[in-house]
Nanobody, 128 residues
Framework: QVRLVESGGGLVQAGDSLRLSCAASSRTSSSTTMGWFRQVPGKEREFVGAVRWSGGHTYYADSVKGRFTISKDNSQNTIFLRMSNLKPEDTAVYYC?????????????????????WGQGTQVTVSS
């Protein structure tokens, strides 16, 4: 079973930056998509962004566009989420997600149901 291991969460102040990492235990393929979601208690898991392993195209939720950046390290099967200008409303548990073997169509890339591997989650808290 594929494991996704996240790291990098913590407590920061509004306006600060933070970088999350997600390392995959499985080898990626040209069909792999990896992404980030976040969730606060009582709400559904929310799409943050995703990256295609082939080509490196990235996609973001409107709420984070221009502030968050996803990058990847092919050699380490790892993706990163660089979060800048953090706001209190960014406070959530952040989850790494992946689908390794079959490509997710673009119109569904924001849907959590499309991903079949999940990390344990890491807490990000932004104080005002």
């Amino acid at each position: 079973q594929v494991r996704l291991v996240e790291s990098g969460g913590g407590l920061v102040q509004a306006g600060d930056s933070l970088r999350l990492s997600c390392a995959a235990s499985s080898r990626t393929s040209s069909s792999t998509t990896m992404g980030w979601f976040r969730q606060v208690p009582g709400k559904e898991r929310e799409f943050v962004g995703a990256v295609r392993w082939s080509g490196g195209h990235t996609y973001y939720a409107d709420s984070v566009k221009g502030r968050f950046t996803i990058s990847k390290d092919n050699s380490q099967n790892t993706i990163f989420l660089r979060m800048s200008n953090l706001k209190p409303e960014d406070t959530a548990v952040y989850y790494c997600a992946a689908r390794f073997s079959t490509r997710i169509i673009l119109s569904a890339i924001h849907q959590s149901s499309q991903y079949d591997s999940w990390g344990q989650g890491t807490q990000v808290t932004v104080s005002s």
